[in-house]
């Protein structure tokens, strides 16, 4: 069997750097591995569109802030398929058919659906097309076959969704869907990297993130006014590591090769905590030091980033062909759903020779 990668961003705003290190560096690492035969990155617009149908130019726009960031990041169109959710058709037409697959008090348990829901205040008033997405992205992934879906840990029961359709279709129609495998980020900073101000998860709407195109005055403003350890006030007192953003940013980020740039006090990241930890290491010496970091890793993104922004038509002509080579595919799997629940009428020519035989046509 192929192996191939289903993956994607909803194109709500530039993508940050919790993107970067919980899936967007590791997307690029798969590609270029050459153990997938395909890989389609997905620009979601239309899964965005189930909390922001009343303002539907935000989603606009942000496609093309997303195109920009795989492409500053190293996804090469050459080796990945990038293409966008609403221009291929065949994934409506695969939700409505899975939708009957799945009960509502399933969807309703769904940990990561209970959550947005939350987040977003949407407990009164659901949008059918947001409360259903789980369903329209095992579509997603399905209809190009998938094998494999890099994703950080809050997709995991999504992911479980999935499977559980595939195994439902598959024993009501026959062996149809291929089941996606999960391959989470293999770093343990990286599977949801908190917001510069402490909290849970880095977000767009709490303002508390890093975006791959920040400058470097923004990136060095962002990091030097992020929270670490409440207790810490002086540089003479015990630090603590749990809940410490600072120390995260660096587990996700930092190599040994870094240390002796920028920090050759230390050979490593352990050296620096333990000093941490005992007392007599500042706040401000680990940011600066986190902040040259996150330059190091940035700065080529920018780089990559201009360059891109000079031929913005070269980019639309990509996300054109790449959306015109996924739906190849995914007509492809649609024509084998259609055969398997017996509604391919007009192709099936044996159902037409039957019934004509049957009314001694």
């Known amino acids: 069997m192929e192996k191939i990668i289903l993956t994607g961003?909803?194109?709500?705003?530039?993508?940050?750097?919790?993107?970067?290190?919980?899936?967007?560096?590791?997307?690029?690492?798969?590609?270029?591995?050459?153990?997938?035969?395909?890989?389609?990155?997905?620009?979601?617009?239309?899964?965005?569109?189930?909390?922001?149908?009343?303002?539907?130019?935000?989603?606009?726009?942000?496609?093309?802030?997303?195109?920009?960031?795989?492409?500053?990041?190293?996804?090469?169109?050459?080796?990945?398929?990038?293409?966008?959710?609403?221009?291929?058709?065949?994934?409506?037409?695969?939700?409505?058919?899975?939708?009957?697959?799945?009960?509502?008090?399933?969807?309703?348990?769904?940990?990561?659906?209970?959550?947005?829901?939350?987040?977003?205040?949407?407990?009164?008033?659901?949008?059918?097309g947001f409360f259903t997405y789980p369903i329209s992205q095992a579509a997603d992934i399905t209809a190009f076959k998938a094998t494999t879906v890099p994703v950080g840990e809050d997709q995991m029961p999504m992911l479980e969704q999935t499977k559980e359709i595939v195994h439902k279709f598959n024993s009501v129609y026959g062996e149809t869907l291929v089941e996606p495998n999960i391959l989470l980020p293999d770093n343990k900073a990286c599977l949801r990297l908190p917001g510069t101000d402490g909290t849970a998860k880095m977000s767009k709407s709490l303002g508390n993130c890093i975006f791959l195109s920040d400058t470097e005055d923004d990136v060095k403003k962002a990091v030097m006014s992020m929270y670490t350890d409440p207790l810490h006030l002086q540089v003479s007192d015990p630090g603590?590591?749990?809940?410490?953003?600072?120390?995260?940013?660096?587990?996700?980020?930092?190599?040994?090769?870094?240390?002796?740039?920028?920090?050759?006090?230390?050979?490593?990241?352990?050296?620096?905590?333990?000093?941490?930890?005992?007392?007599?290491l500042g706040d401000v010496k680990v940011k600066k030091f986190l902040n040259c970091v996150l330059q190091e890793t940035l700065a080529p993104i920018r780089a990559e980033r201009v360059k891109w922004e000079k031929d913005i038509p070269a980019v639309y002509e990509i996300l054109k062909k790449g959306s015109e080579e996924a739906e190849k595919v995914a007509s492809k799997t649609l024509d084998d759903v259609k055969d398997a629940m017996k509604i391919n009428y007009f192709e099936d020519n044996a159902l037409i020779k039957e019934q004509a035989e049957r009314y001694g046509a």
């Open 9 to 128: 961003d909803r194109p709500t705003g530039k993508l940050h750097i919790g993107h970067y290190v919980g899936s967007l560096r590791r997307r690029v690492e798969l590609q270029n591995s050459g153990e997938y035969s395909k890989i389609f990155i997905m620009i979601a617009d239309a899964q965005a569109l189930t909390d922001n149908a009343e303002n539907p130019e935000k989603v606009r726009q942000n496609i093309i802030e997303v195109a920009l960031d795989y492409l500053s990041c190293g996804i090469d169109p050459e080796k990945s398929t990038i293409l966008i959710q609403s221009q291929i058709p065949e994934l409506t037409e695969l939700t409505f058919y899975y939708m009957n697959l799945v009960t509502v008090s399933r969807l309703q348990r769904n940990p990561t659906v209970k959550a947005e829901i939350q987040m977003r205040n949407f407990e009164a008033s659901i949008p059918v």
């Open 240 to 280: 603590h590591l749990e809940g410490n953003t600072v120390f995260t940013y660096l587990d996700a980020f930092a190599n040994d090769d870094m240390f002796a740039e920028y920090c050759p006090d230390y050979k490593k990241l352990d050296e620096m905590k333990e000093h941490y930890q005992r007392g007599g």
